[in-house]
């Protein structure tokens, strides 16, 4: 009979370390925020249609291209 009673409290012990251990990990004081990706903004050629990011581009009177080659066109 003791031993029915032990199980019983072992098995809702579990039942509740389980569950509630579960609710604190997810629910805690500070919900995660998503992180943020980093990275660059791609900008198009005006001349071939290329997209190249906005540290790599040439500007010339105004516009976005990928290489001096497309800017002299």
Do not use: H, W
């Not at 990990?25 to 660059?40: A, D, N, R």
């Not at 010339?60 to 291209?65: L, N, S, T």
Request: with cysteine; charged share 20%.
């Amino acid at each position: 009979m003791i031993l029915k009673i032990l199980g019983l409290v072992a098995v809702l012990f579990l039942i509740y370390f389980f569950f509630f251990k579960v609710a604190r990990t997810s629910g805690g004081t500070s919900p995660k925020k998503p992180k943020k990706l980093q990275g660059e903004t791609m900008l198009e050629c005006a001349n071939c249609s290329t997209f190249v990011s906005d540290s790599d581009a040439i500007i010339k009177d105004g516009q976005f291209f990928c290489s001096r080659e497309c800017a002299k066109a």
